[in-house]
């Protein structure tokens, strides 16, 4: 995804009013979409599938929006498409973080229940 992110926007034109160049855009956007793909993999391994359900509108879930490439490749609005990606992808990035370290924490300290903590430690002598 990182290959992608850069891709599209090595292809694009420099604009003008563009302070940035669009290959650092899509870099920016590429290396955002691949930390999302790994803290959501993490998260699936502390949670489950449960804790990765993404959020859907009209049938679309979030990562559908890939198959918007190819339209947006076709109609010639690469530039504004990655402009776009670069500001919303490091933005679901943060948005993906908050929520593995909230998953993190929940996972790292378990709740310690009544019948648990009344057990007596017990230690095995072995010979």
Request: glycine fraction near 12%; avoid cysteine; aromatic fraction near 12%.
């Amino acid at each position: 995804m990182l290959f992608v992110g850069m891709g599209v926007g090595t292809g694009s034109l420099h604009m003008d009013g563009l302070k940035v160049a669009p290959g650092w855009l899509g870099g920016l956007a590429g290396v955002a979409i691949a930390l999302i793909f790994f803290l959501r993999m993490r998260i699936e391994e502390m949670a489950g599938k449960a804790g990765t359900k993404q959020a859907f509108v009209g049938g679309f879930e979030t990562e559908d929006v890939l198959y918007l490439l190819p339209i947006v490749t076709l109609t010639s609005v690469v530039l504004p498409f990655v402009v776009a990606a670069s500001i919303g992808a490091p933005l679901f990035a943060a948005w993906v973080v908050f929520g593995y370290w909230r998953i993190a924490r929940r996972t790292a300290s378990p709740v310690v229940t009544a019948s648990a903590a009344s057990e007596t430690p017990q230690m095995w002598a072995s010979e």
